[in-house]
């Protein structure tokens, strides 16, 4: 029954990575508080638990207990699917990412990955853009101008910023020729100077911003923007509903910080005398904390100046390097 | 075995969610349902070992199903049913069941006529991707850069459509001159 132990193996990693990423992400908004807390020079939540660090069960105390409301004129069963889709479509997507090296654990090779398929950075992004259904469904449901508002950001922003990721990512896909992220991890594994941060810099940025704007993270969050559309999507959701819209947010942006880290910073190769998995997780936190930072140092742009520089500067920008790219591999 | 159940979970899953599309009369439902159906299928190129198939439905329809969206978003109030307005039901009945059976014989024909086979076998140690490249750029390269012609002329067909008075700018100038400029 070899079948059954390999299902049987995947039902378990799958369930470690659900719930070290939901706590992960949970721990996320923790961390999220106190730096946007520190850059204005304030201190964050104090009072639960030493330094604030209880807040979180607080938080979640508060979400679960919170009154459910359903809008009268919404339309019930999609209102209810869209925070799940937003959630699940998040930790589906990590299913093909590796996160660490692979290790033995009392004589068993493990391989810390869900399911090695062939086109991992293809599915990792379809997947992670179907999580666009989420706020749209939501805010299609809700029966509210404010959300409607929002769902015809969260359309537009989808289709904006899927061109750019698209394309950017194309050019290291190039160079590599192969879509595993297991083979892209490998390419870079002769140390910091074979990362590909240093051979395709423009495909870098460009697939940064564009993870900024698939995660709704600012400058970026048009869908959400308190003061032009009050909550967007979210504005008739409540308690746990409510909640999962961002535990797939967080959840989301830590498959990018991880895409990033294995895509353009090589991975979990070891560095130096850093381990693999020590190096790994200090990329995904760097790329967390950069996150944070950009949302206090930045303001928002507009969803017209969000297409316009999607359309008119990073999608030509990101076809030049395909070009440039083609040029140097011939 | 756990092919079988998933292929079965799959088919299930995929019927119903068209079903919906067609019989729902609700925009948002028909819309969600079909964005469902088109997920679940590529399930199904999950199951066959063909990886990049089974991505590219993924990401190809769920953009697609988006646009559509936006049309839905613009033409109903997509929270309200949508009022149908069918004449002669034993027509569309009719039609329909017979253009289905009509699908299923072509599709069917050649197995039962075991004329079917593999032109293009699989080849060892390539990959999804490198084996579809292959057939797309030999045998089938005709087609494929017919069908690219086609798309350049429907993006400048778009783009020459939509293109009026695209060089005013909307932010720093006036609102009404703007509308008197592209009048």
Redesign the interface.
Known sequence: MN?TAV?IETIIKAVIVLSVTAGMGAFATWIERKVLAFMQRRLGPMHVGPYGVLQLAADGIKLFTKEDIIPQ???K??FI?APIIAATTAFTAMAAVPYFPEFTLFGYKITPIVSD???AV??V???A??G??GP??AG??S?NKWS?LG??RA?VQ??SF?VVSGLSILAPIMMIG??SLIDINDYQSSGVTSWLIWKQPLAFLLFAMAGFMETNRSPFDTIEFEAEVVSGYATEYSGMRWGLFFVGEYANMITVSVLVSIIFMGGYNPIWFIPGALAMLLKVSFWIFLFLWVRAAWPHIRP?QLMWVCWKVLMPLAVINIVITGFALV | MYEIIAFYIFSALSIGMFAIVVLSKNALYAMSALAGGMIFISGFFFILGAEFLGVVQITVYSGAIMALYAFGMMFFDTTRDVKENIKNKKIAYTLSILSAILVMVILCAPFFSSAIQANYPTIQNAGNIQMIGLVLFTKYLVPFELASIMLLVAMIAGIVLASKKMDIKVETSNESQVVKEVK
């Open positions: 079948e299902v004129n919404a339309v069963p999609i699917l398929i062939n086109v293809l599915y992004m379809g997947v853009s179907v666009v259904y749209l469904l299609m449901s029966s409607l769902a015809a359309v989808m289709l899927e192969s879509l017209d």
